[in-house]
């Protein structure tokens, strides 16, 4: 069945480094690619996503790209903030009818002035 | 546009006792979903449903019923609640309208926490 792995964490940084979360998936047929965020207390929110291979998706200067020959999806950002703390979330789904969300097990980031 | 809201918050059940948690869109999408959320184990499918009167199952339905007599509300229902269902349990809707990336985002929930004695 599908899955994705994706690197435990805590991830804990200086603010303005560059942060890299790594995600790998297993998946038959060609799969969309999400990264999911959730701030503390919250609900998840789609950060990105990439529907094809090569594809990148981008946003608020997060950016991953989708790498079918090592079918990956990492996550990075040049230079993190405080603001970025939070859980982050790969997954993947088909693209028809119902689009089953698969999930990572999450990775935490913590930032720090 | 209110989006997806759950009710309640948060939840304190002894073992045994049955509840319901509440979760409502206001955005017309056909298809609602139930995750749970496990520390080092992600989100989890429970149910979902592809419109009114429709449900199926996800990838761990036992101990949890779900119905769907309105567009808008898809009630989760633990009927004999036991520690194992200790947990924060998110509702998701989207769309069944396909946008041009072919994917239809998912929108969630604030969460529910549940916490079973």
């Known amino acids: 069945g599908n899955s994705v792995t994706q690197m435990e964490g805590p991830v804990t940084l200086s603010e303005e480094a560059f942060l890299t979360i790594n995600c790998t998936y297993t998946?038959?047929?060609?799969?969309?690619l999400f990264w999911y965020v959730q701030y503390p207390g919250e609900g998840l929110q789609l950060l990105l996503k990439?529907?094809?291979?090569?594809d990148k998706g981008s946003n608020k200067g997060f950016e991953a790209t989708y790498r079918k020959e090592t079918t990956s999806f990492h996550l990075e950002k040049g230079s993190v903030q405080v603001s970025d703390s939070a859980v982050y979330f790969c997954?993947?789904?088909?693209?028809?009818?119902?689009?089953?969300?698969?999930f990572g097990t999450g990775t935490r980031l913590l930032v720090s002035p | 546009n209110a989006g997806v809201t759950q009710t309640p918050k948060f939840q304190v059940l002894k073992t045994g006792q049955s509840m319901t948690l509440q979760c409502a869109q206001d955005?017309?999408?056909?298809?609602m979903s139930w995750y749970r959320q496990d520390p080092g184990m992600g989100l989890r499918l429970i149910h979902y449903?592809?419109?009114?009167?429709?449900?199926d199952q996800g990838e761990v339905p036992n101990g949890y019923n779900v119905s769907r007599s309105t567009t808008e509300d898809f009630p989760l229902r633990l009927l004999s609640a036991a520690p194992s269902q200790t947990s924060v349990y998110f509702c998701?809707?989207?769309?069944?309208?396909?946008?041009?990336?072919?994917?239809?985002?998912?929108?969630f929930g604030p969460g529910t926490r549940l916490t079973v004695l």
């Open positions: 998701a809707s989207s769309s069944s309208r396909t946008s041009g990336s072919g994917h239809n985002e998912q929108f």
């Open positions: 998946a038959t047929g060609y799969p969309s």
């Open positions: 990439a529907t094809k291979a090569d």
């Open positions: 997954a993947l789904s088909g693209n028809t009818g119902f689009q089953k969300l698969v």
């Open positions: 955005m017309n999408h056909e298809y």
């Open positions: 449903s592809v419109g009114a009167g429709i449900t």
